[in-house]
């Protein structure tokens, strides 16, 4: 008597597990980072860190990554990592620092101490990539905003 009966019931617990769907999740976290917008698209600077025979193939990438709905890509100057010893690649002159997120420029009053984490062909590109000068209001104000 019951064996017919545990037979429906597994026969029906497994109809109910193919019928039924499972359902599907997204956090949108990784590593305990969470990655929010709040608008569409999220635009994303894409650092211009490769030889002039790879600019095409960034430029694609860039014009195909921006199809999306929800991507936007810009391409913007990229640095250069120091030498083996800390030198400068050749048509880099100024000096990044990664931790204070500041520049520094040839004859500034901190260039010759500063030892690079990074290295800038100018101004303009450290600045695209996030960087302030060193010693000007846009570094004194972020150091403010940093004591709060």
């Given at each position: 008597?019951?064996?017919?009966?545990?037979?429906?019931?597994?026969?029906?617990?497994?109809?109910?597990?193919?019928?039924?769907?499972?359902?599907?999740?997204?956090?949108?976290?990784?590593?305990?980072?969470?990655?929010?917008?709040?608008?569409?698209?999220?635009t994303?600077?894409?650092?211009?860190?490769?030889?002039?025979?790879?600019?095409?193939?960034l430029?694609?990438?860039?014009?195909d990554?921006?199809?999306s709905?929800?991507?936007?890509?810009?391409?913007?100057?990229?640095?250069a990592?120091p030498?083996?010893?800390?030198?400068?690649?050749?048509?880099?002159?100024?000096?990044?620092?990664?931790?204070?997120?500041?520049?520094?420029?040839?004859?500034g009053?901190?260039?010759?101490?500063?030892?690079?984490?990074?290295?800038?062909?100018?101004?303009?590109?450290?600045?695209?990539?996030?960087?302030?000068?060193a010693?000007?209001?846009?570094?004194?104000?972020?150091?403010?905003?940093?004591?709060?």
């Open positions: 008597m019951f064996r017919p009966l545990r037979r429906s019931a597994l026969l029906l617990a497994a109809v109910a597990l193919l019928v039924v769907p499972a359902s599907a999740s997204a956090n949108h976290s990784w590593g305990g980072y969470h990655w929010a917008r709040t608008a569409n698209p999220f994303l600077k894409l650092g211009d860190n490769v030889s002039a025979s790879w600019d095409a193939v430029g694609t990438t860039s014009s990554w921006s199809k709905s929800v991507l936007d890509t810009t391409i913007v100057a990229g640095g990592k030498g083996p010893d800390g030198e400068a690649p050749e048509g880099y002159l100024i000096k990044g620092n990664k931790d204070s997120m500041k520049y520094h420029a040839p004859g009053r901190w260039y010759d101490a500063t030892i690079a984490e990074v290295w800038f062909r100018t101004e303009a590109d450290a600045e695209a990539a996030g960087f302030v000068k010693g000007s209001r846009a570094s004194k104000a972020a150091n403010e905003e940093a004591d709060k």
